[in-house]
């Protein structure tokens, strides 16, 4: 089975950056694509960006466009997430996921799309 290993994060000033990545290991010859995700105390978990694997195609999610960056490294199985112009309602705990694609959900923005999940990494940005 697929195991996601996250790192990076950690403690950021409003206007900083910083960066998550996410290292795929095990049975990964079935990914179609890699998400990201973040969910905040009190909020449900939320779609930040995905990458299509083959493709490199990307998509945020409007709260987080323009300002990170999301790419791979298919040799490394690994995903990044860069974080720029960092601001306080970016702070949660950020998750990132692998889709099979074959699940029977095709939104790139549904928890449901993706088959397997990192352990969290948290990013707190102060004001």
């Known amino acids: 089975q697929v195991q996601l290993v996250q790192s990076g994060g950690g403690l950021a000033q409003t206007g900083g950056s910083l960066r998550v990545s996410c290292a795929a290991s095990?049975?990964?010859?079935?990914?179609?694509?890699m998400g990201w995700f973040r969910q905040a105390p009190g909020k449900e978990r939320e779609f930040v960006a995905h990458?299509?694997?083959?493709?490199?195609?990307?998509s945020y999610a409007d709260s987080v466009k323009g300002r990170f960056i999301i790419s791979r490294n298919g040799a490394l199985n690994t995903v990044y997430l860069q974080m720029n112009n960092l601001k306080p309602e970016d702070t949660a705990v950020y998750y990132c996921?692998?889709?099979?694609?074959?699940?029977?959900?095709?939104?790139?923005?549904?928890?449901?799309?993706?088959?397997?999940w990192g352990q969290g990494t948290e990013v707190r940005v102060t004001s």
């Open positions: 996921a692998l889709a099979s694609g074959r699940t029977y959900v095709s939104d790139v923005r549904s928890l449901a799309f993706y088959d397997s």
């Open positions: 095990g049975r990964t010859f079935g990914v179609y694509a």
């Open positions: 990458i299509m694997w083959s493709s490199g195609s990307t």
